[in-house]
């Protein structure tokens, strides 16, 4: 019954920019930390941020500055605003949840990922 959809991803040039956005659906009593991960060729999947229930966010340290993790609980959306995109940020982009269900059961959840394309 829950699910996560990302949205967004895209092919950029270098010092462009993107948003991407991941929306719960389903059967959710409550989303505590909601966070991106990404995956690029050849590498292992990485963190790349989190957000707590109460909008403290956290990244990883290569991103530098670069990257913003925002979410609007009514709407159940989680946002990461990327800025100054550079080549090696291309990836597939994965949105990941920690999610309570109206019966109670918590459950990490994982959208299908969205492909982000930075080149010249």
């Known amino acids: 019954q829950v699910q996560l959809v990302e949205s967004g991803g895209g092919s950029v040039q270098p010092g462009g920019s993107l948003r991407l956005s991941c929306a719960a659906s389903?059967?959710?009593?409550?989303?505590?930390?909601m966070g991106w991960y990404r995956q690029a060729p050849g590498k292992q999947r990485e963190w790349v941020a989190t957000?707590?229930?109460?909008?403290?966010?956290n990244y990883a340290d290569s991103l530098k500055g670069r990257f913003t993790i925002s979410r609007d609980n009514a709407e159940n959306t989680v946002y990461l605003q990327m800025n100054n995109l550079k080549p090696e940020d291309t990836a597939v982009y994965y949105c990941n949840a920690d999610i309570v269900s109206q019966d109670y059961i918590g459950m990490a959840y994982w959208g299908k990922g969205t492909l982000v394309t930075v080149s010249s």
């Open positions: 957000i707590t229930i109460g909008g403290t966010p």
């Open positions: 389903g059967r959710i009593r409550r989303i505590n930390a």
